[in-house]
Every structure is written in structure tokens, then in C-alpha cells.
């Protein structure tokens, strides 16, 4: 990078967070990247996020301390932030801008590309419809995954999101295809332990070599986060449409890189809307979910699987009320669910995946997918209304019907959402546990299932 | 005037660039900023300073770059070709673009709205010397199998027909037709035409709207109705289904012509547009629903501001083929990416903000565009309509929020979407307490034609919405002691409030038979369920338990009919009604 021609300058105005004003440059372009030396010598980054004909706010990605008014040295680029990218990233570990950071070499560019990325044009999209099978009956049955979509996990504090997460990397498939495939794994402000858990989880499945990983810890400064999911979908981008992979993009934690870009808008005064959060949050969310998908003429795809912890596990905190807005639905994890000894801890209900209805049925999954699904959302949904009842009249004053939903309810929870971590179903299995479980219902409920799917499938006895 | 420059870049914060020097531009005139020619906007002046919003990115755009004026605000290509594309939010076809920059859209890149290469096939209406006025029509072409495109006298122009070509083919930017002004002026008019978009095209005059705007919808037709010309909003959380109904009605309700705003929503939902539509049949014409359809996709991952202009792109080009005097709908999804994007800027030009942000011209603006729709007799004499359905996010799903608020003022349709209803996938998730139409008296005259006096809609619909507000204030009381503990006259409302729920209002997008019901069917369907209510009455009233009357074999058929008798087979309700009066009689004289 040394070789960079560019505009260099002594001095700067003021330090505010991490944020630098500079005075008296010239020539400087929106949204250029520049490189900023410290008073001991160290290099840092930064981007220019505002311009005028003299001065400049640059926000830098590493921490500002170590910088003075006097000595500070900024170094204009002339261009946008950008990343190599290239095949060999696969089973290695970067820092946001896409620098190694687990000792080896660097890996020899195929190409640069600005992080930011541009918008995918809607009329060479492809529109999704490959059934991805996670074995997880919560999922493949309620809420299905489909190749090229964007379905984020929201999770909380403290629940076993990871373990989920980590299943669901190590079971992926589609049935009856073996393509390459990879991941790209962007961490922002993930703890160690956590880092190591993935990194371990990656290598015992064996995938290791296919992961590569963008890893901002906890403990690195803040603003770095803001480029780590760009950096990653990024090389995504690259494995995807110009190496024809098909990529899996996880980034963990989104609140993070939320909080991260909060900082920054605090900083600069900007006038906030909810919660503090800048009034842009939507559209720079929707810059990065969007970066999701098929797009015609090239064999690759990009399945993305944010995870971010919903505050107070709050759904209309902005964070997961943006996230769910712009993403192709949404795996709710629960506490109460965890607390009740369910793993994973899925509340379907409030789950939904918006390109399911694409994936599933016949010649994908089976015909009567997506009755029987219905059908369980609906009974699930009585239960919940029917608990909310029994808690106030108690269960003995129940209703026939409303008792028999209550044991439907237990049995669905127990049999059908509970499963072990190392437990793979396929659809199958699933599509015929949901039948199963129906059976603890009179037929006369099941309206939402065709008839001669109720004659195939409903077990006789 | 396109190569001197007007000014001079002085200040770059994303969208919003100001510029000094500024000479000779007017407050919304079309700009290019930079050596890209990057589009944007005056939004403000101030002395020789001026405020613009950009159309593009404007990643690397230095100070200093110079700024050139167009000389006109921001306008759209009017004239054949419209229908079938797809444009983004300025009204640069997706298509093209494409062409130039591949899957990932590009910046500068500039294409006319209207293809300049393609012959149409232009019908003299009008002869020499013939005085024309505006919103006549010059001649006609067909755009679409299903769309006569009435090329017309621009609103602003009128005089003596001195020339008019013959029958043929023309290009769209060749002369159709010279008009000698009473000012002694010479127009020439061809087929294309511009139009400022923030300016709403002229009308005769207003006409009270009173046909329903028929979406096969149940809960739409008979309980909540729309009418053409009327405007309706669709609030709802992430997931209730906004996306959906909207898709439901831009294919089946009964307008000539859609206009489909994706404002700030997904790529792939446009997508998904692209590649249903064309393969569609319209029921009321039997063509591809894509020959009545135009789309505009400005997505969430594209620039801010474009986002902003692309709701009033949309509602030109409805009102341009309203003048035609054709039926037009305008989906737009979402209203509030509209408005945020009006915060957005608000934010970044540092303006005062009123409430949660947004600006303190939110209202005012929402104003101006639900006003826009209505049923009009057009300047050419006849009538048309432009019907606007405008789908709502609400942060967090609370409908409290400024744009919820101030939507329901402007708008006569509201169709609240409910997480509950959703989350049990009882679609569309209509909530029938929160939800209201001011139409309804407007289209009881419609619908008393089609269903007659044994058919009576609106005696139906008033029965329907009894049930169903008694069965809301009997589900406070199960709340608290249970539904056993209800006499049989209560638990038959509860009862016949399920039917009407999972039976009729409940109605499945992706199933092919009940995707859309015809006001006939939907007539059939209100009511046998009625029926069967009343009888539930004799039985009720003669002590026989009301699980008996639950138990009736009739039951599973009047459950199971919507997605049963397809459209074509209406005849198959008599045998229900049969069927439920030997039942109930059968049961009475046990
Ligand atoms: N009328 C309907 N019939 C069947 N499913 C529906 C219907 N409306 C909504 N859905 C389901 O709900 C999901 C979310 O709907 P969508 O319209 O995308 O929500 P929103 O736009 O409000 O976020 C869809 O993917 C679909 O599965
Ligand atoms: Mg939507």
C-alpha cells in the first residue's frame, strides 16, 4: 500500500470520538479512504464522511488515542475504502480491512474492490427457490431457508444463539447437490471465547478450509466493526458471482455494528430518530442485507444468516424492527423457551422466512408442505391463547377441544421444536413428525390441510 | 446551456451537496453534479448558494466539481412504452441500465425513459383544421394487446390542427402533430411528452367516486370495500402481510392499468413481479397481467433521494393514463420509506425536526400525494381514475407513529394488519375492529346489481360485521371464565365468528382456487355461512345442544368451499344450501 500516490497533510483541527476535523486540504473526495499516521508511528484508517472546499470529518476505524492536534498525519488516497479478494481467503482470519491476522502470508489479490458495494439491479436478480435443509425441524418445517435469502437469527443475551447457528452451518444442504460452497464468517465485537467456539466448531465438521473469517473482537476498538460485514460481503460478492460459489455470510453480532455506527452519528452531532439511532439506520442496514441473492447468468449465490441480540429482547427496538423490515423474514429465539429446557429455543410464531412459500411443495419438498405447516402455525397459535386462558380459569375448566390443543402444544414443543444439537432430520422426517403430532387433534380442526393429504398422511391409529 | 457550468461544488455529506457560483438555475430544476454527471435536484437557494439532492452515490465527489443545470424541474417521459417496463425511481429503465453496467448498477449512467428506436403504430384521431383543446386526443396506438395508448393534446396547449400525420408507423420523438396557438405559435407535439413530476396534471373536474374497486379479496369486497378513485393505506408491522396484499390486489383488482412503487423495499420482491406478472392471466381480459403493469423499483440499496422521487414518478405516470380515461391503481411499498427518506434528507440538511425526526412538512406532503387520487372527468371529456393504496411501516409496529397518523387523515380505506393474526398465519391479517372504509354506502348500489335482493350485499355485510363486533366484546368475557361457561345463543355468535374467519375472511394467496373470488362468489360464500347461522338459530332456540348443530357433516363442506368451487362453478352453492336445510331439519326432527 506503501506505493499509493495521494494527498498527505500535517495537522488537524479537532478530535472529537472517532471523529477527526481537518482543516485547509484540498481536492479531497467523498467517501475517500485515508490513512493516518500517530504520533509514535503507528498507521491507522479512516474514511471521509463529510467534505467542504477546506475542511474534511474523516472517521477513523481504529481508536483515536495517540492522535494530536499537532502531528497527526493524514494521507488522502483518491480512493474508496477497498479489500483484496481472491480464492486463498478461504481458511483464513482477517481484521476488518481484510489484512491477515492468524500469522500467515497475505493472500495474493485477484482483484480489489471497494467495500461498499452497489446495488444489485432487480432485473438480473434470480428469485429464490432451492429448499436449503438445516435438519432442524423448526426451521425446514415453519420457517424454511431458502439459497440466496436473508434470514437473520434474532436472539438475546445470554440464549444459545451460536449453538444454533454453528448446527445449522455444519447441516446445511441441499438435497440431492454437492457444489462448492464457503463461508464467510464477519464477527463484530465477538468475545474470545465465542471466536474460539466457531473457529472450533468450523474445524471439527471439517469446513474450516472453506471458512474465511473478518473477526473484530470485543476488545478492538469500535469503529472497525462498521467496515467488517462490508469487507465480508465484499469477498462474498467475489466467491460468489466471479468464482461461482455458492456462500454462506454469517455476521454476528449486527447490535454491535449497530452500536458502532450510533457512535459515530452521536459524535457528529447528528439529529437522531429513535432510540438515539441515526435516521439513515434503515438504508445502511438495507445496504448490507440487500447484498443477498441469485443474480441471472452466474452459478453462485449468497445465503446470509445475521444474528443480532435484541435489547431487553425487545422485537420493535429499531435494531431487530429495521433488520426485520428489510431481511426475508426472521428466526426468533426465546428465553422462555430456553428456560423450559428447549433446545433450540425457536418460537416459531413470531419466525417467519418470506421466500418459503418458493421453496417448498412438490418436486422441492413434499406437496403437502405447505398445508401442514399452516396447520401447525394455526394450532400453535390456539395454544398460546388457550395457556393465556388456562392460567386464568385453570386448566379443569377448559374446554374438550382447548384440553386437547393443550396436550398438542406440550407434545409439539417436546417433540417437534426440541431436538439435540448434533441431530440431523430431514424434511421428511420432519413433514411427518408435524402429522404425527396432529393426531392429537380432532380431524374436524384440521381445515387448513387438504383432504387427501389428511388421508395420506394422517397416521391411522 | 448543458456545458457551462452553474456552479460549483462546495460541500459533500452523502445525498446532499451545496454548491456556490451558483448562477441562472431555478429551485427544483434537474441538475448534473461532477465530471460523472452524477442527476440530482435543487432543493434549496440561498444567494448564490444552493442545497442539492443527488440521484446516485456520490462516493469521490470532490469540492470544486462543477455543477450543470438542465434547465427543467425533475420530469417524466410520457408517451407508448411505459407499460411493461420497469423503471427506477427517476424513471431510467431498469432494463437499459442493465444493459450498461451489468448486475450491479452503475453510476452516471444516463437512458431515455422511452426507447427512441421503436416504430409504433400511430391512428390519426383528429383532422386539419380541426380546433383541439387540452387532453384531446390526437390519435391512438397500441401499446399493449391490452392497453390503447390515447396520445393527447398536452394540457397546456391548444389551437387550430395544422398538420397531422397520416396512419403509420412513428417513432416516439416524431412529429404526430403541428397546432397553430391563438397566439399565432406553431407546436409541434409527438407522442412523447414531459411532465414535472411534484405537479399534479390537470383534471375537468372531481366526480364523486362510487365503484368499488373489485380486488377478489373477501375481506376487502365485503367487509372493508375500496373504491376507484379512493385512496386506502395499509399499516402494518415487518411480516403482516403489506407486500402480499399488495402483490393480491396490483393482479386481481379490476383497474385497467397498475402502477406498482417498490419505495425502498426489496430487490427480490421486484423481481419476484418481474417474473409472476408476465405469466399471469388477468381474469377481467385474459392477457398477461404484465400488459396492464408498470413498475417502478427504487430498492432499499439504492440511493436515498431517488427514493424520495419515486412515489411522484409513480403517480404522473398514473394520472397520465387516467387522463387517457382508464381506471389506474397505484400500489406504493412503502409510504413510510417515502417519508423516511424525506428525514433522511431533513437530517442531513440540518432542518428543525418536528416529531420522531421527521420533518414538519410530513403532513402536508402526504396531503398532496393521497390527494392526488380520485375519479376525475378528464380535460378530453372523459372519465378516469386514479385509485392510490399505500402500504405503511410503522416503527416498532405502532401505529401511534407520525406517519401512521397522519396517513389516516388523508385516506378513506384503512386496513390495519395485526402481528397476532400474522403470526398464526391467518392471512390477509386484516384486523376487522381497527380496520375501516369510509366507501362502504358509496358501492351498496354496485353491488345490490350484482346480487340482487337474495343476494343482498349490504345486508349481508351488516349482518357479517354484527357478528363479529359481538363476538369481540363475548371474547373479553371467554377470557375471563371460558366459553363453556357461555349460553348456546353466545356461543353460536362465537361459533359462526369462527366461520366467518376461517371460512371467508381468511384467504390464501398461494392457493390457486381461492387466490381471488369474483363478487359472485364471494355472494354465494357471505351467504351460505349466514344460512347456516340462522338455522343454527332454529336449533339454538329449540334447546337442542349446540354441539350437535357443531357436529353436521355440512360443516367440513361450508369450511372447506373457498378453496373448493372455483369461480366457474357457482351452481355448487345450491347444493350446500340444500344440504344444510335437510341437516338442520333432519336434526330438528329428532
Ligand atoms: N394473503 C396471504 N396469503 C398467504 N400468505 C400470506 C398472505 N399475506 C402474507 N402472507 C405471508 O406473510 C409473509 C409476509 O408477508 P409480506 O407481505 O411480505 O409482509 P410485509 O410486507 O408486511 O412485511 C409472506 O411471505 C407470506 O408467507
Ligand atoms: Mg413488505
Known amino acids: 500500500m506503501a506505493t499509493e500516490i495521494g494527498k498527505e497533510y500535517v495537522g488537524v483541527q479537532r478530535i472529537v470520538g472517532p471523529l477527526v476535523m481537518i482543516e485547509g486540504i484540498d481536492g479531497v473526495g467523498y467517501d475517500e479512504m485515508v490513512e493516518i499516521v500517530s504520533d509514535d508511528g503507528k498507521l491507522k484508517h479512516g474514511r471521509v464522511l463529510e467534505v467542504g472546499t477546506k475542511a474534511a470529518v474523516v472517521q477513523v476505524f481504529e481508536h483515536t488515542t495517540g492522535l494530536s492536534i499537532g502531528a497527526t498525519k493524514m494521507k488522502f488516497l483518491a480512493r474508496p475504502v477497498r479489500i483484496p479478494v481472491s480464492e486463498e481467503m478461504l481458511g483464513r482470519t482477517f481484521n476488518a480491512l481484510a489484512e491477515p491476522i492468524d500469522g500467515g502470508p497475505p493472500p495474493i489479490p485477484k482483484d480489489l474492490r471497494p467495500v461498499s458495494g452497489a446495488a444489485i439491479n432487480p432485473t438480473l436478480r434470480h428469485h429464490p427457490s432451492d429448499f436449503i435443509q438445516t435438519g432442524i425441524s423448526a426451521i425446514d418445517a415453519m420457517s424454511t431457508l431458502v439459497r440466496g435469502q436473508k434470514l437473520p437469527v434474532f436472539s438475546a443475551s445470554g440464549l444459545e444463539h451460536d449453538r444454533v447457528i454453528a448446527q445449522i452451518i455444519r447441516q446445511a444442504k441441499i438435497i440431492g447437490k454437492q457444489e462448492p460452497f464457503a463461508v464467510v464468517f464477519g464477527a463484530m465485537g465477538l468475545k474470545h471465547d465465542i471466536a474460539d467456539f466457531y473457529r472450533k466448531s468450523f474445524e471439527e465438521s471439517g469446513a474450516g478450509n472453506n471458512v474465511a473469517t473478518f473477526l473484530t473482537l470485543a476488545d478492538d476498538p469500535s469503529i472497525e466493526r462498521i467496515i467488517t460485514p462490508r469487507s465480508a460481503l465484499t469477498l462474498a460478492e467475489y466467491l460468489a458471482f466471479d468464482v461461482g460459489m455458492h456462500v454462506l455470510v454469517v455476521l454476528t453480532d449486527m447490535t454491535n455494528y449497530c452500536e458502532a455506527l450510533r457512535e459515530v452519528a452521536t459524535a457528529k452531532g447528528e439529529v437522531p430518530s429513535r432510540k438515539g439511532y441515526p435516521a439513515y439506520l434503515y438504508s445502511d442496514l438495507a445496504a448490507l442485507y440487500e447484498r443477498a441473492g441469485q443474480v441471472e447468468g452466474r452459478t453462485g449465490s449468497i445465503t446470509q444468516l445475521p444474528l443480532l441480540t435484541m435489547p431487553n429482547e425487545d422485537i420493535t427496538h429499531p435494531i431487530p424492527d429495521l433488520t426485520g423490515y428489510i431481511t426475508e423474514g426472521q428466526i426468533v429465539l426465546s428465553k422462555a423457551l430456553q428456560g423450559a429446557g428447549i433446545y433450540p429455543p425457536i418460537n416459531v410464531l413470531p419466525s417467519l422466512s418470506r421466500l418459503m412459500n418458493d421453496g417448498i411443495g412438490e418436486g422441492r419438498t413434499r406437496e403437502d408442505h405447505r398445508n401442514v405447516s399452516s396447520q401447525l402455525y394455526a394450532a400453535y397459535a390456539r395454544v398460546k391463547r388457550v395457556e393465556v386462558l388456562a392460567a386464568v380459569i385453570g386448566e379443569e375448566e377448559l374446554s374438550e377441544i382447548d384440553k386437547q390443543y393443550l396436550t398438542f402444544g406440550q407434545h409439539f414443543e417436546k417433540e417437534f421444536i426440541q431436538q439435540a444439537p448434533d441431530e440431523d432430520r430431514s424434511i421428511e422426517e420432519t413433514l411427518n413428525l408435524g402429522w404425527k403430532l396432529l393426531k392429537h387433534l380432532p380431524v374436524s380442526e384440521l381445515t387448513r390441510v387438504k383432504e387427501e393429504q389428511i388421508a395420506k398422511y394422517l397416521p391411522k391409529d | ?590
Open chain 2, 1 to 590: 446551456m448543458h456545458d457551462e457550468p452553474v456552479g460549483k461544488v462546495s460541500w459533500v455529506s452523502g445525498p446532499v451537496v451545496r454548491t456556490v457560483e451558483t448562477r441562472g438555475v431555478h429551485m427544483l430544476d434537474m441538475v448534473e453534479v461532477g465530471d460523472e454527471r452524477l442527476i440530482g435536484e435543487i432543493i434549496g437557494l440561498n444567494g448564490d448558494q444552493a442545497t442539492l439532492q443527488v440521484y446516485e452515490d456520490t462516493t469521490g465527489l470532490k469540492p470544486g466539481s462543477p455543477v450543470y443545470s438542465t434547465g427543467y424541474p425533475l420530469a417524466a417521459e410520457l408517451g407508448p412504452g411505459l407499460v411493461t417496463s420497469i423503471y427506477d425511481g427517476i424513471l431510467r429503465p431498469l432494463k437499459a441500465l442493465a444493459d450498461a453496467t451489468g448486475i450491479f448498477i452503475g453510476r452516471g449512467v444516463r437512458a431515455p425513459s422511452l426507447s427512441r428506436e421503436i416504430l409504433w403504430d400511430f391512428t390519426p384521431a383528429i383532422r386539419n383544421g380541426q380546433e383541439v383543446t387540452p387532453g384531446m386526443i390526437i390519435g391512438t396506438v397500441p401499446e399493449t394487446e391490452r392497453i390503447e395508448h390515447r396520445v393527447m393534446v398536452p394540457p397546456n396547449v391548444s389551437g387550430i390542427v395544422t398538420s397531422v400525420a397520416a396512419a403509420g408507423k412513428y417513432k416516439v420523438d416524431q412529429e404526430i402533430c403541428r397546432v397553430r396557438t391563438p397566439q399565432g405559435d406553431e407546436v409541434s407535439l409527438t407522442m412523447l411528452q414531459r411532465w414535472p413530476v411534484r405537479q399534479k396534471r390537470p383534471v375537468a373536474r372531481r366526480l364523486p367516486a362510487d365503484t368499488p374497486l373489485v380486488t377478489g379479496q373477501r375481506v376487502v369486497d365485503c367487509v372493508f370495500p375500496m373504491v376507484k378513485g379512493g385512496a386506502a393505506a395499509i399499516p402494518g408491522g415487518f411480516g403482516t402481510g403489506k407486500t402480499i396484499t399488495q402483490h393480491q390486489l396490483a393482479k386481481w383488482s379490476d383497474a385497467d392499468l397498475i402502477v406498482y412503487i417498490g419505495c425502498g423495499e426489496r430487490g427480490n420482491e421486484m423481481t419476484e413481479v418481474l417474473v409472476e406478472f408476465p405469466k399471469l392471466i388477468d381474469p377481467h381480459s385474459n392477457r398477461p397481467l404484465m400488459e396492464r403493469t408498470i413498475l417502478i423499483a427504487n430498492t432499499s440499496d439504492m440511493p436515498v433521494a431517488a427514493r424520495e422521487a419515486s412515489i411522484y414518478t409513480g403517480i404522473t405516470l398514473a394520472e397520465y393514463y387516467r387522463d387517457m380515461g382508464y381506471h389506474v391503481a397505484l400500489m406504493a411499498d412503502s409510504t413510510s420509506r417515502w417519508a423516511e427518506a424525506l428525514r433522511e434528507l431533513s437530517g442531513r440538511l440540518e432542518e428543525m425536526p418536528a416529531e420522531e425526526g421527521f420533518p414538519a412538512y410530513l403532513a402536508t406532503r402526504l396531503a398532496e400525494f393521497y390527494e392526488r387520487a380520485g375519479m376525475v372527468e378528464t380535460l378530453g371529456g372523459s372519465t378516469g381514475s386514479v385509485s392510490v393504496i399505500g402500504a405503511v411501516s410503522p416503527a416498532g409496529g405502532d401505529f401511534s407513529e407520525p406517519v401512521t397518523q397522519h396517513t389516516s387523515r388523508f385516506i378513506g380505506c384503512f386496513w390495519a394488519l395485526d402481528k397476532e393474526l400474522a403470526s398464526a398465519r391467518y392471512y390477509p391479517s386484516i384486523n376487522y375492529i381497527n380496520s375501516h372504509s369510509a366507501y362502504t354506502e358509496f358501492v351498496a348500489d354496485w353491488w345490490k346489481k350484482i346480487g340482487g335482493e337474495k343476494y343482498n350485499w349490504e345486508a349481508m355485510r351488516e349482518e357479517t360485521v354484527d357478528v363479529l363486533r359481538r363476538d369481540d366484546k363475548l371474547q373479553q368475557i371467554v377470557k375471563l371464565v371460558g366459553e363453556e361457561e357461555l349460553p348456546d345463543e353466545q356461543k353460536l355468535i362465537l361459533d359462526t365468528a369462527r366461520i366467518l374467519q376461517n371460512a371467508f375472511l381468511q384467504q390464501s394467496a398461494f392457493d390457486e382456487v381461492d387466490t381471488y373470488s369474483v363478487p359472485e362468489k364471494q355472494l354465494r360464500m357471505l351467504s351460505v355461512i349466514l344460512h347456516y347461522y340462522h338455522r343454527g338459530g332454529d336449533v339454538v332456540k329449540r334447546s337442542i345442544p349446540i354441539y350437535k348443530y357443531q357436529q353436521l357433516p355440512v360443516r367440513n363442506e361450508i369450511m372447506r368451499m373457498k378453496s373448493r368451487i372455483p369461480n366457474d362453478k357457482l351452481e355448487e352453492f345450491d347444493a350446500l344450501d340444500r344440504a344444510i336445510d335437510e341437516q338442520i331439519d333432519a336434526l330438528i326432527a329428532e
